[in-house]
Each structure stands twice: as C-alpha cells, then as structure tokens.
C-alpha cells in the first residue's frame, strides 16, 4: 500500500482536486530540454564569430607588378579553380602571430603554380572564444578563384 502512494506521487499528482498524470515526468524533460538549450546557448557565447565577403576581378601574386600585367596584353592559359587561407592569431588580444592578409592567402592559393587569380571571392572571418575578455582569438581571410597562367610574348 505504501508502494502504491509512493507510485501514485511520482506518476499522479494531484493538483486542484484533478489526478494529473505524468507531472514529474514531464518536469524532468523540460528541465532536460532547458538543460540542452542553456548548453547551447552557453557554446554560442564562448564561441562566437562574424564573417565578410567580397568579389575582386583579378589578383596577383606579392611578387608580381600588376601595372606590366594591365597595361600590355598577355594571352593566359586557366589552370583551374583554387583556393587559399592565411590566419593570424591573438592571445589575451596582445600576442599576435601569423599574417592573414589577401597576397598571403593568394600566394598560398597559387603554391602549386600560376600567376594570378581572376574571379576571385575574398572571404574574412573573425572567430573568438570567450568574445568578452578575448582570451583567444583568429582572424582568416580564404581566397577563392580561377588561377591563371600568363603566356610569354
């Protein structure tokens, strides 16, 4: 009998005179879903970050002098599509390391040869953990475009 009341607590509850089933069942999965969300919600905050994009015609490699390539013709032969990333860190937001300019990332894109890059999308991003005290944090700009190979005359 006293197995019974104890049974009848945990799946009836009574509540205004009504036998309302499953209440502390259904307490135990909304605290389980509230759990899951401040989790979440918790993630986010730690980790948070914003990006940019924008769309360039044509880019050079570092070495090169675009002002040659733009103002005699050069015939080109397209190698293929391409894609580079430079990244620069910072630790408590004074300890910086790496380089994450555009000529890095399109230097890493065309590694493997040619000499420029045309259709090129230039994305930036910034990602921080802990975004308040800026504990850790990178910044990376990703290249994306048509490598190039120029002709000689």
């Known amino acids: 009998m006293l197995l019974d009341y104890a049974y009848s607590m945990v799946v009836h509850r009574k509540y205004y005179g009504h036998v309302y089933p499953g209440y502390f069942i259904e307490n135990i999965e909304r605290r389980f879903i509230m759990q899951k969300t401040i989790i979440v919600l ?15 015609g044509m880019v050079t490699k570092s070495q090169a002098n675009p002002t040659s390539l733009l103002t005699t013709s050069h015939s080109f032969k397209e190698i293929g599509l391409v894609h580079g990333r430079a990244c620069r860190f910072f630790l408590l937001g004074v300890a910086p390391w790496g380089n994450s300019t555009v000529s890095q990332a399109t230097d890493n894109a065309l590694a493997n040869g040619g000499d420029a890059l045309i259709n ?34």
């Open 42 to 56: 918790v993630a986010i905050f730690f980790i948070a970050g914003c990006s940019s994009t924008g769309n360039l």
């Open 120 to 153: 090129v999308s230039v994305t930036s991003s910034l990602y921080g953990f802990v975004p308040i005290y800026n504990i850790f944090c990178y910044t990376c700009t990703e290249v994306e475009g048509i490598a190039i190979e120029l002709e000689a005359q």
